[in-house]
């Protein structure tokens, strides 16, 4: 396929990027963070290449943008002790600490956070491509839900500031740690989805291992400083290097007792199979899914159009939540495709720190070329690319492309291509996007378009037993972040949300009594005395 020739110069010379956003330089990353202490790494190193190329006489190469340690297992099994130490069976300063002074510590934590900012955001274009807008919105609601954790914790925590006098039994009941925690987040949100399940566990008293995805490590380094000041030695400890190499020997040691994962069925798999000791592992995993919408003939095509513009293609369809099969209703096919390529078409393409840009590079090396094959695959069974230069390759751009129509045959109704190609299926029964709802391997969330009540209620109430969240005429998404996010089948263990997620990351506990006049009086006097940080009735405010 042709290049146009703003696809072709799509690359900008250093000079014409804006010079609040160049990179000062490759940032070799040479710290991490073991025992509360920044150490220095001099060994075997990464090299971290942008999705942002220069144009260069042999055509486009990637920016290089430093490097981070690629540590092995003694390494691992070093971190991992630092977090043993610390949680202490339980015994440990930090799980034993009252609840009042770990908001405290990662409160102290969001605050010196709060002044990294510019240089997270500026490493977030640079490392995964998301444009500005994203990158702050990223950092902004990743702060906006450390908030949020803390409140919901105290409001928790309120509930849990009194006794329950129950058939002649005193008992007051609390949530407690469950102890270490594997904590890797995804490349597509490396910052906010990695702190999603890492601030709840650590404020619910765990303690924690942390390995940044491969894509998006190296704007953890201006958080190390952060999270060595706010919390105690051992309690949060950072590791680098490839998966494949330094998870196994922390899931084999059977010290790992919480799997906090967001990635692939098959890397979850292999790591809680390699734990020897399965029913002492919590896990919690947000895994694929492919998510689909369903616009009926009576669908308002111009919102629906919209929804599933932004729903299939913001940061470049790279979201687990993103819309990666849409089914239209052969009555109004016809015209959807004509506006929604129209709409495709309006997009702005370009660099992140691009005003108004869409449609940014993809971080993955070898992404276009597996797009590339999606697509070929398509066209062979009979499908076309329907918008004019879909599918056309600059580097590590790829210009979104629709594909219809979509039938079984094709790899593209079975895999979720995590990348802006959009397929589009037609149909004339209802039957037909259910039985893929069933037939799927993945029940994260639908999107339904209509008007009509009676057709989406008879929708409603089946595809509720297959997802988790069904939008009506709105696109699939994760927020609020007080809303249960989850999946069934293979997209999802647990639920995160901020009040799910303290939950998931600890256990209901008590201290219980006979009601006699004995043990009131030693109960008063923990409780007077302040004695017990578990026996309580300290009120947060």
Same mark, same amino acid.
């Given at each position: 396929?042709? %290049?146009? *020739? ?10 014409? #990027? ?42 486009? $190469? ?27 069976? +339980? ?17 102290? !934590?969001?605050?010196? %956070?709060?002044?990294?900012?510019? $240089? ?12 500005? *807008?994203? =990158?702050? @919105? ?64 650590? #404020? ?6 942390? @390995? ?16 060595? &000041? ?59 899914? @492919? ?39 052969? *009555?109004?096919? $016809? ?22 840009? !869409? ?22 069974? +009979? *499908?076309?690319?329907?918008? &004019? ?26 895999? &979720? ?18 039985? /893929?709802?069933?037939? =799927?391997? /993945? ?6 378009? +209509? ?22 005429? =709105? ?41 006699? &006049? ?24």
């Amino acid at each position: 396929m042709s %290049m146009s *020739a703003s696809l072709a110069s799509i690359f900008p010379a250093e000079e014409a #990027i804006p010079a609040e956003f160049r990179l000062p330089g490759p940032i070799n990353q040479t710290e991490y963070l073991l025992d509360g202490r920044l150490c220095h790494w001099s060994g075997p190193v990464q090299e971290v290449l942008s999705p942002v190329c220069r144009p260069t006489p042999d055509g486009p $190469e990637r920016v290089v943008v430093g490097s981070f340690p690629l540590m092995g297992e003694g390494e691992a099994l070093a971190a991992l002790d630092a977090a043993v130490r610390a949680y202490d069976h +339980g015994r440990g300063r930090w799980p034993t600490m009252p609840v009042r002074q770990r908001i405290d510590h990662v409160q102290t !934590f969001a605050w010196i %956070m709060k002044a990294q900012r510019e $240089e997270v955001v500026r490493l977030l274009m640079w490392e995964i491509g998301k444009s500005l *807008a994203d =990158s702050r @919105k990223e950092f902004d609601r990743t702060l906006d839900y450390i908030t949020d954790t803390i409140d919901a914790l105290k409001e928790l925590d309120r509930v849990s500031s009194r006794f329950v006098i129950e058939q002649g039994i005193i008992g007051q009941i609390r949530r407690a740690p469950l102890g270490v925690t594997l904590s890797m987040g995804p490349y597509n949100y490396p910052l906010n989805e990695t702190f999603t399940t890492l601030i709840p566990a650590l #404020i619910m008293g765990n303690t924690a291992v942390v @390995k940044p995805p491969r894509h998006g490590v190296l704007l953890f380094q201006p958080l190390l400083k952060a999270f060595g &000041e706010a919390f105690p030695p051992g309690v949060v400890n950072t590791l680098y290097g490839a998966g494949r190499t330094i998870t196994p020997p922390l899931m084999a040691s059977g010290k790992i007792d919480l799997l906090a994962f967001i990635g692939t069925s098959k890397a979850a798999d292999i790591l809680q199979k390699a734990h020897p000791r399965p029913h002492r592992l919590r896990v919690t995993l947000g895994l694929e899914a @492919k998510n689909p919408a369903i616009i009926l003939p009576d669908a308002d095509l111009d919102l629906a159009v919209a929804e599933c513009l932004a729903g299939s293609l913001s940061f470049n369809g790279q979201r687990c939540t993103a819309l990666k099969m849409i089914f239209v209703h052969e *009555a109004v096919a $016809e015209e959807f495709l004509r506006r929604f390529t129209e709409s495709i078409a309006g997009l702005k393409c370009g660099m992140p720190w691009d005003d108004g840009v !869409f449609i940014t590079p993809l971080p993955e090396p070898d992404k276009t070329d597996y797009l590339t094959g999606l697509l070929d695959d398509a066209v062979a069974h +009979g *499908a076309a690319v329907v918008n &004019e230069g879909g599918g056309t390759v600059n580097a590590s751009f790829f210009q979104p492309a629709v594909v219809y129509p979509v039938t079984e045959q094709m790899r593209l109704y079975h895999e &979720e291509q995590f990348g802006p190609i959009v397929p589009v299926l037609p149909f004339r029964d209802i039957e037909t996007p259910i039985r /893929y709802m069933v037939d =799927s391997c /993945y029940g994260q969330q639908v999107s339904l378009f +209509g008007q009509d009540t009676a057709s989406l209620a008879a929708l409603i109430d089946p595809l509720v037993n297959q997802v988790c969240r069904v939008n009506i005429n =709105s696109q699939c998404q994760r927020g609020p972040d007080v809303f249960p996010f989850t999946g069934r089948k293979d997209s999802a263990v647990g639920t995160l949300s901020v009040s799910d997620a303290l939950r998931a990351f600890s256990i209901r506990t008590l201290v219980a009594a006979k009601d006699n &006049e004995s043990n009131k009086s030693l109960i008063s006097a923990i409780v007077r005395e302040r004695r017990s940080n578990f026996l309580s009735t300290d009120f947060i405010l």
